[in-house]
């Protein structure tokens, strides 16, 4: 097996956003009560929308959201005035390990991309801001249309196709639950990076399916054993 195409979601994988479950689920708390003056289901509930995939429209409508494309809308608008100011504020981390790796995988001549939940319009300011841009070969967002995104294979398919690389040849790595199952139906390496050294959650595969870095340096190693 030989590693041509590494991929990462953004989110805690590259960039720590502080207080990170609370910070998505005030922005669904906001949207649910400002925008549509509805009442506020239970944590559990609001947890199952991030696993939901394609089930987010059943989930919506069940809070009473009628047009479930809408209230991303609302959220992603929200949520790009609020990284904004991170980002002034200098409070959105980029891990100190991100462009060393960066550097170095594109020195070897492998193909780098993202695939993230966020809308393009977050993540390219993102990217600009952080002066990351230039590491990737592909770059996709794929919060405007939420039917694709993460547990969902198709974010990682479609920039594999970009890359023109086989998905036996590429390895995923992310930081939750979503970006392990994303990268086991793309039948690509799923790699778990936990930057806290302790899985704090429960995640939906065995151990034995995927691949644990505590830092994203450990990605040589792997690739010069495999």
Known sequence: MTIS??????????????????????????VLKMDYSLSIPSIAERNSLWRSGKEYVSILKRWGVIDPNDFWIKFDQRDGIKRKKLIKDGQLILYDDVIPTLKKLNNMGIKTGIVSNTPDFIVDYELDHLNLSSFFDEVLGLGDDQSICKPEPDGINLILDQLKCKPSNAVFIGDSPVDLIAAKRANVIPIFIDRKKKESRKLPLNSETYIKFTDLNQIFDFMEKN
């Not at 979601?9 to 720590?16: A, F, I, K, S």
């Open 5 to 30: 195409c590494v991929l990462f979601d953004l989110d805690n994988t590259l960039v720590g956003i502080p207080n990170t479950w609370n910070y998505f689920d005030t922005l669904i708390q906001d």
